[in-house]
């Protein structure tokens, strides 16, 4: 099982990685490290993923951890929902939370303004509910990153445990069920 750690950048997705304590392929590392982009974006300062390069070597090294018994690969990144996996967790944030996040990042206004639309807009959750078997929606806006790490932590086990419909994955799905953030009121 491939799960997918993903959201818009500044949402926590390594913070919460990072607490987790499980194995995580991090895909803006293996994109810089393995040469998995086509160019760079100067006016974004970012490289230009290769996602076909990056699901390949993904679905490899999958493929490397089944033939080992591991049960699941947990993979971290904006792009993560893009790959094929079954389970995507999309870390949502509040706008005005995002954006304060992304100014201590250092990003540049107009990446700011660039990922807060995208956030408000539901972008990747919109991506990873048309191509993920299973979606949850964690919004990490006012919880510590222990607090995002324990709900992401439950969402990973019970998918790895529980076959078909458990009443607690149900109940887990129910509480995390996309279209349960809502930033339209932060529309102008």
């Given amino acids: 099982m491939i799960l997918a ?7 926590g997705k390594t913070s919460v990685c990072k ?7 991090d895909l803006n590392s ?21 996602l076909d ?7 490899q090294r999958h493929e490397q951890q089944q033939q080992q018994e591991q049960k699941r ?19 949502r944030a ?26 408000t807009l539901d972008v990747i959750l919109a991506e990873a509910v048309e191509l993920c078997e299973n979606v ?8 510590r990153v222990e607090e995002v790490a324990a709900v992401v932590r439950e969402i990973i086990d019970i998918e790895i445990e529980e076959e078909g419909g458990s009443e ?12 349960s953030v809502d930033w339209t009121r932060f529309i102008t």
Avoid: W
């Fill in 30 to 50: 293996v994109i810089e490290e393995q040469g998995f982009y086509t160019g760079i974006d100067r006016e974004r300062g970012c490289l230009i993923a290769d």
């Fill in 94 to 119: 509040n706008p005005s939370v995002l954006a304060e996040r992304l100014k201590q990042k250092g990003f540049p206004p107009q990446k700011i303004k660039e990922n807060v639309e995208a956030e």
């Fill in 19 to 25: 607490a987790l304590g499980h194995e995580i392929m």
């Fill in 5 to 11: 750690i993903t959201g818009t950048p500044g949402t």
């Fill in 136 to 143: 949850y929606e964690v919004d990490t806006s006012v919880k």
């Fill in 73 to 91: 690969l947990i993979i971290e990144g904006h792009l993560a929902h893009l790959l094929s996996p079954e389970v995507a967790i999309v870390l």
């Fill in 53 to 59: 390069k990056l699901e390949e070597y993904v679905q």
């Fill in 168 to 179: 607690k994955k149900k109940a887990l799905m129910a509480k995390y069920k996309p279209g």
